[in-house]
């Protein structure tokens, strides 16, 4: 290779050649489990087990390394998997600080499983820098959590100056960019140490994969422990999986960059429907953390948003329940467009308001998820 590719360039291709063997242009599927050793007892093609060395990973991995401008990634089963294993690399007594919105299923690992195996977690508006500065403890704090746009109010926070409040008290900062994805942003050239990825969602974008990823800075003892926890513990995705995610990234661009258009467009009209008592988009001039996003996103805002919808939760709901077109299902960054009444998932712990439904916005034509959206919003009002 001697020019660099544009990240473009580099999806499309998923960073794989032509196999050597037979000359086919898409990545075989290797389904073997272990590998040849060589007389000498050695692994001279450097595969021993497919816990830890399967080939279908590659292309995935490397794909996610050169998108997110790493020196490594790592494929989990679940983007679960791949949290939780940058919290098992700390040790018992360290001290972590959290977003206070994030992902509920990784809220809910925290306050259980991960308080009880000994970490210390503060969980925090990471939106908010006084907030984060106050609740660091110099020393004790390993570990700055921040994901942006935050799961499912789209908080943005402000990475460059996260990466300076961690590294000043001798932390590291992880960012779930899962919303963001590389198209929009890329968290290690703001300062970040790690990002993170549920690839179920846009990576894969076909919401027939369950995978995620870990993409580090550097290759230091940190990211050696990570990976120990991904290989001894084996949470891996198995290598249909990460084939199907290599296929899906190879139009990672073409999708995220339309369904940020479309959710913009829808953004702003739903701004002035009159059975919409808010909309949270980043994209939205009004939004706080607007400016912080138009710094640190580039090329769109994204293609998650939620709404607020006059009259509380049973209009929400009867909103959601006349909807045609969109799907009314969790997850989000499919090629279709979802609808959800998140706070009903979440349970009566979840802090979000019960009037929300959040949308993914898939890449069917604008005009037909707003017509049925705003059928659905007519109709909720009416009934
Ligand atoms: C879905 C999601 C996760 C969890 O990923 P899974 O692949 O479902 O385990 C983590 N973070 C964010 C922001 C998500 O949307």
Not at 86 to 99: E, R
Not at 278 to 293: K, R
């Amino acid at each position: 290779m001697s020019n660099p590719r544009r990240p473009e360039t580099v999806a499309a291709h998923a960073a794989s050649h032509p196999d050597p063997l037979t000359g086919a242009v898409i990545p075989p599927l290797h389904l073997s489990t272990t590998y040849e050793r060589d007389e000498d007892l050695g692994y001279g093609r450097g595969r021993c087990y497919a816990r830890a060395d399967n080939p279908s990973f590659d292309a995935a991995a490397a794909t996610l390394d050169g998108l997110e401008g790493g020196t490594g990634t790592l494929l989990f089963a679940s983007g679960m998997a791949a949290a939780t294993a940058v919290f098992q690399a700390l040790a018992p007594g360290d001290h972590v600080v959290v977003g206070r919105v994030m992902y509920w299923a990784l809220r809910a690992w925290l306050t259980g499983a991960a308080s009880r195996w000994g970490l210390t977690v503060s969980f925090v508006d990471t939106a908010d820098l006084d907030a984060v500065r106050a609740a660091l403890r110099p020393g004790q704090t390993k570990l700055i959590w921040a994901e942006t746009p935050a799961n499912p109010l789209w908080t943005v926070s402000d990475i460059a100056a996260l990466a300076e409040l961690a590294h000043a008290a001798g932390a590291r900062l992880a960012v779930d960019s899962t919303a963001a994805t590389p198209v929009l942003t890329r968290p290690l050239s703001l300062g970040a140490d790690l990002v993170v990825h549920s690839a179920s969602k846009y990576l894969n974008g076909h919401s027939d994969v369950i995978a995620g990823t870990v993409t580090a800075a550097r290759a230091d003892e940190f990211w050696a422990a990570i990976k120990a926890v991904q290989v001894q513990q084996g949470g891996v995705p198995g290598a249909f999986e990460a084939w199907l995610l290599q296929r899906g990234l190879r139009t990672l661009f073409l999708r995220v960059r339309a369904q940020s258009a479309s959710a913009l467009t829808l953004a702003e009209r739903l701004s002035a429907h009159p059975a919409v008592a808010a909309v949270l988009y980043p994209g939205l001039p009004d939004f706080p953390g607007h400016e912080i996003a138009a710094r640190q996103m580039n090329g769109g805002f994204g293609g998650m948003l939620s709404i607020r919808v006059k009259g509380g939760r049973e209009r929400a709901i009867a909103t959601a329940a006349r909807v045609e077109l969109w799907r009314r299902a969790t997850s989000l960054g499919g090629v279709e467009s979802l609808i959800e009444h998140r706070a009903s998932i979440e349970g009566p712990t979840s802090p979000v308001p019960d009037d929300l439904l959040r949308l993914s916005v898939g890449i069917e034509a604008v005009e037909d998820l707003w017509t049925d959206l705003a059928t659905a919003l007519d109709a909720a009002t009416l009934a």
